[in-house]
C-alpha cells in the first residue's frame, strides 16, 4: 500500500515511534488518514504488534469499513483474543450475526482463550440472529470457563434468554438472573423487558415493583408494555409518577405516551408533550426517531379528532416514512374526509421518494377513506389496483371494500365478492355485509348471512350479529322473527359484549360502560340521558318525523 500523501518523517526510536502511530490511529478522522498510518504500520513492520493491530482493525470498523478490516484480521499471524473480539464486534455492527457466530466456532476450533468481551459479543450474535441452540451451547462455555460470576456476561444471558421468549426460556433467565451475585441495572430491565415482551406484565411489575436503582429505560419499558396490553390509563399514570420523580424522558418514552394519549383521547397531555419537543427539551440521535416521533405527533391529534393540526405537523416533517403517509390517510378517513385522504394518497404516489412505497395498511387506509366517505367508485377502482402495487390482498382489504358496497346498497355485488373470495370469509366480512342489509332492509340477505356467522362463530362472539339481525328483521316489521331470534339470545345465553366510551373532564378521563351502575354518578347521566332522548323524541313529533 502507497501513502497518497507525504507522511511526516518521525527520527525516533521503535517504541516511541509505535506509541506515535497508535495515537495517530486513535485520532484518525478520515479513510485517507486511516489508510497512510495503515501504510507506515506495514513500512515499519509494526503489523505484528498485538495492540497496534487491534486498532487498526478497531478504527477501519468504527469508520465503516468492515471488509478492509476483516482483510488485514485474515493476514495477522496469531491475532490475539482481542483482535478475534474486533471481527466478532464488527459483524454486529453489519447486522451479519449468523457470521459471528460462525467466526466464534473458528476461533474456538483454533484453541484461543475466550474472554468477557467475546461471550459478550457472541451472546448478542445469537440474540439478533434467534439462534436458540447456539445460545445455549456458549451458556455451556461460559460455566465451563469460570465466567458465571462475571456480570456483563450473565447480563447478556438474562437478555438472551428475554428475548427468546416462552415460558421455559423466561424461567431460564430468572434462573441466571437470581444465580448472580451482583447485578446492575441494565439486568434488571433485561429481565423486566423479558416479561414485558413475552406479554406477562404482572411479572414485570414485579420485577419493576422489586428494582431499588430505575432509569428511564426501565420506567420507558413499563410504559411500553401497559400500552401494548391496553393499559392505557396504568401508562400514563406511570408517566406521572416518572415525571414527580424528576426522570427525563426520551423519545421512545414520549412515542408510548402519544400513543396511549391516542387511544384515550387525551389531548391534553399529547400537546404537552408536543410542547415539551418543541421547546428543544428531547434530543433526538437521528432521522429514524425524529420521523417515529413526528409518526406519534400524527396519530395523536387524528385519533383526537383535531385532523387538521395533524395535517400541520405532518406537512412540517423535513422526512416521511410509509407510516407517515398511511397514519395521515387514516387520520382523513376517520372524519369521513375521503377526498382529502385520496389526495394525500396520490401526493404519496408522487411524492419522488423511492424509500416510500404504500403498503398493504396504507391501501386499507384509502378504502377505508372510500368506505367512510361514500366513494363506491373510487373504493372499486383501488381495490382493483391492488395487486398493481405489488400487494396481495388481504382479508382487511375484501372486509372494506364489502363494507363500501353494502353501505352504498349494492348487496348483490357485495355478497358475489364474498362467494368468490380466494379466501375464507371471517365473521369482520359477513359482518360488514350484514350491516349494509340493516341500512337497506334485506332481511333474506340477512338471515343468509346470519346462519353463515352463527354456524362459524362461538356464541359469545355471535352475539353482536344476532342482535343486529334482531334489529334487521325488526326493521323489516318481522315481529316473528325478532321473537325466534332473540329466544335463542336467551336460551344459549350468549352474551354481548358491552360497549363502553370515555371523555376527559378538567383533565380526568371518565369511563362509561353500557348498563354500568358502578360509577357514583350513573344515575345522573342516565336522567340526563332520558331526559335528551325525550326532547328529542318532542322535537320529531314536531317535524312530524316518524320513529
Known amino acids: 500500500?502507497?501513502?497518497?500523501?507525504?507522511?511526516?518523517?518521525?527520527?525516533?526510536?521503535?517504541?516511541?515511534?509505535?506509541?506515535?502511530?497508535?495515537?495517530?490511529?486513535?485520532?484518525?478522522?478520515?479513510?485517507?488518514?486511516?489508510?497512510?498510518?495503515?501504510?507506515?504500520?506495514?513500512?515499519?513492520?509494526?503489523?505484528?504488534?498485538?495492540?497496534?493491530?487491534?486498532?487498526?482493525?478497531?478504527?477501519?470498523?468504527?469508520?465503516?469499513?468492515?471488509?478492509?478490516?476483516?482483510?488485514?484480521?485474515?493476514?495477522?499471524?496469531?491475532?490475539?483474543?482481542?483482535?478475534?473480539?474486533?471481527?466478532?464486534?464488527?459483524?454486529?455492527?453489519?447486522?451479519?450475526?449468523?457470521?459471528?457466530?460462525?467466526?466464534?466456532?473458528?476461533?474456538?476450533?483454533?484453541?484461543?482463550?475466550?474472554?468477557?468481551?467475546?461471550?459478550?459479543?457472541?451472546?448478542?450474535?445469537?440474540?439478533?440472529?434467534?439462534?436458540?441452540?447456539?445460545?445455549?451451547?456458549?451458556?455451556?462455555?461460559?460455566?465451563?470457563?469460570?465466567?458465571?460470576?462475571?456480570?456483563?456476561?450473565?447480563?447478556?444471558?438474562?437478555?438472551?434468554?428475554?428475548?427468546?421468549?416462552?415460558?421455559?426460556?423466561?424461567?431460564?433467565?430468572?434462573?441466571?438472573?437470581?444465580?448472580?451475585?451482583?447485578?446492575?441495572?441494565?439486568?434488571?430491565?433485561?429481565?423486566?423487558?423479558?416479561?414485558?415482551?413475552?406479554?406477562?406484565?404482572?411479572?414485570?411489575?414485579?420485577?419493576?415493583?422489586e428494582m431499588v436503582e430505575k432509569n428511564v429505560v426501565s420506567w420507558t419499558i413499563m410504559i411500553v408494555g401497559f400500552v401494548r396490553n391496553g393499559k392505557f390509563k396504568r401508562s400514563l399514570s406511570l408517566f406521572y409518577d416518572m415525571w414527580r420523580g424528576c426522570v427525563k424522558f426520551d423519545r421512545v418514552t414520549l412515542v408510548a405516551v402519544l400513543s396511549a394519549c391516542a387511544e384515550l383521547g387525551d389531548l391534553r397531555l399529547g400537546r404537552w408533550v408536543h410542547s415539551y419537543y418543541i421547546r428543544g427539551n428531547l434530543d433526538v440521535e437521528n432521522d429514524e426517531e425524529l420521523v417515529s416521533l413526528h409518526n406519534a405527533l400524527v396519530h395523536m391529534y387524528a385519533s383526537c379528532g383535531l385532523v387538521d393540526e395533524s395535517f400541520i405537523v405532518f406537512k412540517a416533517m423535513p422526512r416521511r416514512s410509509t407510516v407517515s403517509w398511511t397514519s395521515m390517510i387514516m387520520g382523513f378517513a376517520k372524519q369521513g374526509r375521503g377526498k382529502e385522504a385520496i389526495e394525500v394518497f396520490r401526493w404519496m404516489q408522487g411524492c419522488g421518494d423511492n424509500d416510500v412505497r404504500p403498503d398493504g395498511i396504507t391501501l386499507l387506509s384509502v378504502l377505508c377513506a372510500c368506505s367512510h366517505a361514500g366513494l363506491v367508485e373510487e373504493g372499486r377502482y383501488f381495490f382493483n389496483c391492488i395487486q398493481t402495487w405489488g400487494i396481495q390482498p388481504m382479508i382487511e382489504h375484501y372486509g372494506c371494500m364489502v363494507d363500501i358496497l353494502s353501505r352504498a346498497g349494492h348487496l348483490d355485488e357485495a355478497h358475489r365478492l364474498v362467494t368468490s373470495m380466494s379466501m375464507k370469509p371471517n365473521d369482520a366480512v359477513w359482518g360488514a355485509l350484514l350491516g349494509g342489509c340493516k341500512i337497506h332492509k334485506n332481511a333474506e340477505l340477512a338471515s343468509l348471512v346470519a346462519q353463515k356467522l352463527v354456524g362459524e362463530l362461538h356464541h359469545d362472539q355471535a352475539a353482536g350479529y344476532l342482535v343486529l339481525l334482531s334489529n334487521v328483521y325488526a326493521t323489516a316489521k318481522k315481529w316473528q322473527d325478532v321473537v325466534d331470534v332473540r329466544r335463542i339470545i336467551v336460551e344459549d345465553r350468549v352474551k354481548k359484549t358491552p360497549g363502553q366510551s370515555w371523555i376527559q373532564i378538567d383533565g380526568i378521563i371518565q369511563n362509561f360502560m353500557a348498563g354500568e351502575q358502578k360509577n357514583i354518578d350513573a344515575h345522573l347521566v342516565y336522567r340526563i340521558l332520558s331526559d335528551v332522548s325525550r326532547e328529542g323524541s318532542t322535537f320529531d313529533a314536531q317535524l312530524g318525523i316518524e320513529e
Open 1 to 209: 500500500m502507497l501513502a497518497k500523501e507525504a507522511f511526516p518523517a518521525i527520527k525516533t526510536t521503535s517504541r516511541a515511534l509505535q506509541q506515535h502511530l497508535f495515537l495517530l490511529l486513535q485520532n484518525s478522522q478520515t479513510y485517507k488518514q486511516l489508510e497512510q498510518i495503515h501504510t507506515q504500520i506495514i513500512i515499519n513492520a509494526f503489523s505484528h504488534k498485538n495492540f497496534i493491530l487491534v486498532n487498526l482493525l478497531s478504527s477501519y470498523i468504527s469508520s465503516g469499513h468492515f471488509r478492509k478490516a476483516h482483510e488485514i484480521f485474515n493476514q495477522a499471524n496469531s491475532p490475539s483474543t482481542t483482535a478475534w473480539n474486533q471481527i466478532l464486534r464488527g459483524y454486529l455492527m453489519t447486522q451479519l450475526p449468523r457470521e459471528s457466530i460462525k467466526l466464534y466456532s473458528r476461533m474456538v476450533g483454533s484453541g484461543v482463550k475466550e474472554e468477557e468481551y467475546t461471550y459478550s459479543y457472541v451472546v448478542t450474535a445469537c440474540v439478533k440472529a434467534m439462534a436458540l441452540r447456539e445460545g445455549m451451547q456458549v451458556h455451556g462455555r461460559v460455566l465451563c470457563s469460570g465466567f458465571c460470576g462475571n456480570v456483563v456476561v450473565n447480563t447478556n444471558l438474562v437478555n438472551f434468554y428475554g428475548v427468546g421468549g416462552g415460558e421455559g426460556l423466561l424461567r431460564e433467565a430468572r434462573r441466571v438472573f437470581d444465580e448472580m451475585s451482583e447485578r446492575n441495572v441494565v439486568t434488571w430491565n433485561c429481565l423486566l423487558s423479558g416479561y414485558v415482551r413475552w406479554g406477562d406484565i404482572g411479572k414485570a411489575c414485579g420485577v419493576f415493583d
